[in-house]
């Protein structure tokens, strides 16, 4: 089964690429490089590290571009590599999430990832909207990694429940199950019960 | 009042989009009855909003420092060399439990069967013993005198089988007596 909604232009500099143009590679670099590095500065919340984070990124699937086998969109397996470079990374120098941080690192995360869709709002309404959003961030953040990516694959990437599957190399099932545990334990946070805002982290991190 | 326990995936599934058509019609079906089921999606439903409704998009663009950077870090880079491909691959299916556990299994009953099938016997059978003989040679003077042996002799050339049987005829008898209990096979309480 191949994705069946992927840009043909994208399809046809795949195609130059995996047979070792790098140039085609470049241009899809180039189409994918905005999008991935916003993606990444969501995760994270730092413009320096995301910059880093979305250029290996692409670096690894160019590497491993014969890994890629169209069964979802390519932007979705590069959310997939990003996901896992960004544990990685935490991993490696044991940091927590960018949304659990202390309140100075708090702002910078939040006037990166302060741009909400609605940008009419009034001032007032605008900061609520950005508490709200750190705050179901580090709800998300609060999951096991393997919630956290389902969760992070379906909302914010916002592909097929196939696609998913396919780029984190797991059964349509596999995704379901672990999407209906996500969501219950979302709903049991307090960050997600009405009216309530005192929201206590449990530290897990991606 | 608590949602039916066989409904809250098929709920969680509606919300996120992941229910096929008749399921879905028979889930709206039972919520109009069913009030906990209904709490429990608006429940999800509220969770699944906010997600949707916090979806950050942040105003940054990639620079040309960024792709200039990129660009600097493909040059380093080289595709997977069939060998970074082949254990790439085995490196994912021997992560993946089901497949490694049947692998290890499969080869585990291999191994043992070998062993067991390797196993030299300690007690060959007569008849075993009685085929498995002495190379051929130009003095088969020691060949016992069993029909195999005579067989095989006889395989190779007739003329073998003749000097053969010469040979062993013109032997002294031995001195031992043949017919005893113990060359006859037979236990000593039966005389």
Known sequence: MVVENENPDTLELLALARAGDAEAFGEICRVHGTPLLRQAVALCGNLTLAEDLAQDTLV?????????????????????????????????NR??????????????FEKHTGNLPDHATLPDQAVELREQAVLVRQCVQALPAKHQQVIYLRFYVDDSL???????????????SRLFHALDKLRKMNAFSAQRSDFKMKGGML | MKPCTQNRKLIAWFVANALDA???????????????????????SNVTERLVATQSNPDVQ?????????????????????????????????????????AFAAL?????????????????SP?????????????????????????????????????????????????????TASTLGLAQESF
């Not at chain 2, 889930?27 to 089921?37: F, I, M, S, V």
Request: charged share 20%; proline share 5%; hydrophobic share 40%.
């Open chain 2, 22 to 44: 008749r399921q879905t019609r028979q889930l709206q079906a039972h919520l109009e009855t069913c009030e906990g089921c209904l709490r429990y999606l608006a429940e999800i």
């Open chain 1, 162 to 176: 196939e696609g998913i599957a396919a780029a984190l190399g797991f059964s349509v099932g596999t995704v379901k």
């Open chain 2, 108 to 124: 585990v009953v291999i191994g043992l069967t070998v062993a067991i099938w390797r196993q030299p016997s300690n007690a060959p």
């Open chain 1, 95 to 108: 940091l927590r999430p960018a949304a659990s941080l202390g309140a100075r690192n708090q702002d910078e």
């Open chain 2, 127 to 179: 008849t075993m013993a009685g085929i498995r003989t002495a190379p051929v040679s130009d003095a088969d003077d020691d060949l016992s005198p069993t029909i195999a042996n005579y067989q095989r002799v006889a395989s190779q050339s007739l003329d073998k089988l003749d000097a053969l049987l010469t040979r062993q005829g013109n032997r002294p008898l031995p001195s031992m007596p043949i017919y």
């Open chain 2, 62 to 102: 990639a620079s040309e420092n960024f792709h200039q950077k990129l660009a600097g870090k493909l040059r380093a880079a080289k595709p997977d060399s069939m060998g970074e491909i082949l254990a790439a691959y085995l490196r994912g299916i021997l992560l993946n439990w089901r497949v490694a556990v049947p």
């Open chain 1, 60 to 92: 690894e699937a160019w590497k491993g571009l014969h890994r890629y086998n169209g069964r979802c969109q390519f932007f979705t397996w590069l959310c997939a590599i990003l996901l896992n470079r960004y544990r990685n990374v935490l991993r490696a």
